[in-house]
């Protein structure tokens, strides 16, 4: 249920019903838009018994919530979320493009690389200190070293860090580096690590599992939104279908999809989304054309010697910087800014 407040509500009458949901037992999660403050009843509203929350001072009105998301879906909040984080507003005009290596591989590597595409235009590095390989003698990531090597890029060039974290014990650690912690696709439902980095006051980049429904990764989202994180950026990595010629099937539909469930921004990952470096120009220019709030990109400056099997992906610097120049038309054309 959502609690609208009137438009003229002061601050005491919604802190007032807050305590009185509170009161019973049940979480409020406060929302607050250009026109409403909403309240987020989470919890068994059998508990509110008979307290007139309808008829309270500062209440406009109750409503249900029929979507099994509550927080994530726009009943709750019709505006878009737009998360501020290192000079970035992702989810407003501007595309947030968010660009680098699969793996962070020494101080050298993530350094050149970022130089490279902050030259091109994007505002974060990306790049994984721990890496979840499908193989357990695969390359691991570096791990601690990568973090530290991951802070000296972002040191050389102002560039946000997004990279991913994988258990509950180290948010702490990654958080101590990182400005948005990835979860990657196998670890949408680790239901631990949302509830931790829904507790960890950093933004969240949330990929959908390679075989979930939207339904399945809003119901994601929810579980770090009702530990009281309300910056969760989705991104749109592919899904596994019958289809082998890619990696994945990028199901761009989610695009608009989201923006029609969700405030919540999306981003696209047209890398994992194709895993063939000739598909990714194409593919990101048609998440910006349906409205992706954001890209997340593979580049690098060597990718025959990748210490993962991403860099059949990764974008060499000058394609990079070619897209990006390529995209600025239809960024203008559906009203973005790049
Ligand atoms: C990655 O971004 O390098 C990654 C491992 O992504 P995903 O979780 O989508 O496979
Ligand atoms: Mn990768």
Redesign the pocket.
């Known amino acids: 249920m959502v609690i609208v407040t009137k438009r003229e509500a002061t601050q005491e009458q919604v802190e007032a019903v807050v305590k009185r949901i509170e009161g019973v037992g049940l979480k409020a999660q406060v929302s607050t838009g250009e026109q409403h403050t909403v309240i987020g009843v989470i919890g068994d509203k059998t508990l509110l018994g008979d307290i007139p929350i309808d008829s309270m001072s500062g209440v406009e009105r109750t409503m249900p919530i029929t979507a099994p998301f509550k927080l994530a879906s726009r009943q709750f909040r019709e505006e878009p979320t737009v998360i501020a984080v290192n000079g970035t507003k992702i989810g407003g005009k501007q595309l947030a493009v968010m660009a680098g290596p699969?793996?962070v591989e020494s101080a050298e590597q993530i350094v050149t690389i970022a130089q490279h595409v902050k030259k091109a235009g994007a505002q974060f590095i990306?790049g994984?200190a721990f890496?979840?390989r499908t193989g357990p003698y695969s390359f691991q990531g570096y791990g601690i070293d990568g973090l530290k090597m991951l802070m000296a890029a972002k040191e050389e060039t102002g560039l946000g860090i997004v990279t991913?974290v994988m258990t509950p014990h180290e948010v702490e650690l990654v958080g101590e580096y990182t400005d948005i912690f990835?979860?990657?696709?196998?670890?949408m439902t680790n239901f631990y690590l949302l509830r931790e980095v829904g507790q960890a006051g950093k933004p969240v980049i949330l990929?959908?599992g390679?075989a979930s429904t939207i339904e399945e990764w809003l119901l994601a989202a929810e579980y770090i939104l009702a530990e009281g994180n309300p910056d969760v950026i989705l991104?749109e990595?592919?899904i596994r279908t019958f289809e082998t010629h890619t990696r994945n099937t990028l199901d761009l539909n989610a695009v608009p999809v989201i923006h029609e469930l969700s405030h919540l921004p999306i981003v696209v990952?047209p890398?994992?989304g194709t895993g063939i470096r000739s598909l990714v120009s194409d593919m990101t220019k048609a998440s910006v054309a349906a409205g992706a709030d954001g890209l997340?990109l593979?580049v690098h400056h060597d990718p025959d010697h990748s210490m993962?099997g991403?860099g059949a992906q990764s974008l060499f610097p000058t394609q990079f910087e070619t897209l990006m120049r390529e995209l600025k038309p239809i960024a203008i054309a559906v009203g973005r800014e790049i």
Do not use: F
Request: glycine share 12%.
């Open positions: 699969c793996a990306r994984g890496k979840p991913e990835q979860l990657g696709t196998r670890n990929k959908r390679m991104c990595r592919g990952d890398s994992h997340l593979e993962t991403d």
